[in-house]
């Protein structure tokens, strides 16, 4: 049991409740103990793609955190939360309600590398205390900017994908408001790591001239694992009782797809294992999964024709 269950984690569950569910999984399947953890964390009101890492993967863990994600997400036009999401206290209104040509004008504003600032109900640290923590307690939360890359993003037409999320907290607004004016509108944006949907979304209101905030968040990719790939927490009730949970695990090379494989003989995967450094390898410079037949045996690094171990599995 190394490798990823990728959850496709429901509305109002933690990351760290995922966590512990496939932990739950593996006790009640009788598999044993095994390391356990997410590769990217999920805020409660959003849903979608949550890999989990077990066993030799969780070695690889960091690397999620590093991954391009997709997300689709709906704004909500007219009010503005302090956290801005629905969980959150209106802090600021406007009446105006943006059409969707003057959506479709000022997005690609927001595509390419852009400085954001992140929500002060986020995980960062200040002065060596959680963001949320301190906004919780009523203190003026006060975050850099960060630079991120938004690799694309585009406004949905017709039927809004996720949309039955969106209804499930709120289906009170309509989508189109008076004038032509929307309501709420669903965007889908790929982005680099340390982006904020939520301040994403504050921003591109902003630019409208009104201000929102986000009502419905779903991420269909993480690195390379998607929804197609992910389970719900039903199905892996079902397989732990089954003891079939080795049928919903992807392999651990399946966080590393991105990258070539590097195919070892006996001896260079003996060197690598006892962190030697291999020499004249014929390999591009690079990451690679090295492998000895199937079985993994690292993550290196290849330079000038020597690889070093990055991160090495004990399999």
């Given at each position: 049991m190394h490798g990823w269950i990728i959850l496709d984690k429901?509305?109002?569950?933690?990351?760290?409740?995922g966590v512990s569910a496939v932990k739950r999984a593996l006790r009640e399947g009788g598999y044993g103990k095994?390391?356990?953890?997410?590769?990217?964390?999920?805020?409660?009101?959003?849903?979608?793609v949550l890999p989990i890492a077990i066993g030799e993967?969780?070695?690889?863990?960091?690397?999620?955190?590093?991954?391009?994600?997709?997300?689709?997400?709906?704004?909500?036009?007219?009010?503005?939360?302090?956290?801005?999401?629905l969980e959150g206290k209106p802090i600021a209104e406007s009446d105006a309600r943006p059409t969707p040509a003057e959506i479709d004008a000022v997005?690609?504003?927001?595509?390419?590398?852009?400085?954001?600032v992140p929500p002060a109900y986020s995980a960062?640290?200040?002065?060596?205390?959680?963001?949320?923590?301190?906004?919780?307690?009523?203190?003026?939360?006060?975050?850099?900017?960060?630079s991120v890359t938004v690799h694309s993003?585009?406004?949905?037409?017709?039927?809004?994908?996720?949309?039955?999320?969106?209804?499930?907290?709120?289906?009170a607004t309509p989508a189109q408001g008076r004038g032509g004016g929307l309501e709420e509108v669903t965007l889908t944006a790929h982005v680099s790591k340390g982006t904020y949907i939520r301040s994403l979304a504050r921003d591109i209101a902003r630019a409208l001239g009104t201000v929102g905030h986000v009502t419905m968040l779903r991420r269909t990719k993480a690195g390379p694992f998607t929804l197609d790939s992910a389970i719900s927490l039903d199905k892996l009730a079902d397989a732990a009782k089954a003891r079939t949970l080795e049928d919903c695990l992807l392999p651990l090379r399946a966080g590393l797809d991105d990258i070539?494989?590097?195919?070892?003989?006996?001896?260079?995967?003996?060197?690598?294992?006892?962190?030697?450094?291999?020499i004249g390898i014929a390999a591009d410079d690079g990451q690679h999964f090295a492998l000895l037949g199937d079985t993994p045996v690292a993550?290196?690094?290849?330079?000038?024709?020597?690889v070093r171990v990055v991160r090495g599995f004990n399999l």
């Amino acid at each position: 049991m190394h490798g990823w269950i990728i959850l496709d984690k429901p509305l109002g569950l933690g990351s760290t409740q995922g966590v512990s569910a496939v932990k739950r999984a593996l006790r009640e399947g009788g598999y044993g103990k095994y390391k356990v953890g997410h590769g990217g964390t999920l805020d409660p009101l959003a849903t979608g793609v949550l890999p989990i890492a077990i066993g030799e993967a969780t070695k690889l863990a960091g690397r999620m955190l590093d991954g391009d994600k997709v997300y689709d997400f709906t704004v909500r036009f007219g009010v503005e939360t302090d956290t801005l999401d629905l969980e959150g206290k209106p802090i600021a209104e406007s009446d105006a309600r943006p059409t969707p040509a003057e959506i479709d004008a000022v997005l690609p504003r927001f595509a390419g590398p852009i400085e954001q600032v992140p929500p002060a109900y986020s995980a960062i640290k200040v002065d060596g205390e959680r963001a949320y923590d301190l906004a919780r307690a009523g203190e003026a939360v006060e975050l850099k900017g960060r630079s991120v890359t938004v690799h694309s993003l585009f406004r949905h037409s017709g039927l809004e994908p996720g949309s039955r999320y969106s209804s499930a907290l709120d289906s009170a607004t309509p989508a189109q408001g008076r004038g032509g004016g929307l309501e709420e509108v669903t965007l889908t944006a790929h982005v680099s790591k340390g982006t904020y949907i939520r301040s994403l979304a504050r921003d591109i209101a902003r630019a409208l001239g009104t201000v929102g905030h986000v009502t419905m968040l779903r991420r269909t990719k993480a690195g390379p694992f998607t929804l197609d790939s992910a389970i719900s927490l039903d199905k892996l009730a079902d397989a732990a009782k089954a003891r079939t949970l080795e049928d919903c695990l992807l392999p651990l090379r399946a966080g590393l797809d991105d990258i070539p494989a590097l195919s070892l003989t006996p001896d260079q995967a003996g060197l690598l294992r006892q962190g030697r450094v291999l020499i004249g390898i014929a390999a591009d410079d690079g990451q690679h999964f090295a492998l000895l037949g199937d079985t993994p045996v690292a993550l290196v690094e290849a330079d000038a024709g020597e690889v070093r171990v990055v991160r090495g599995f004990n399999l």
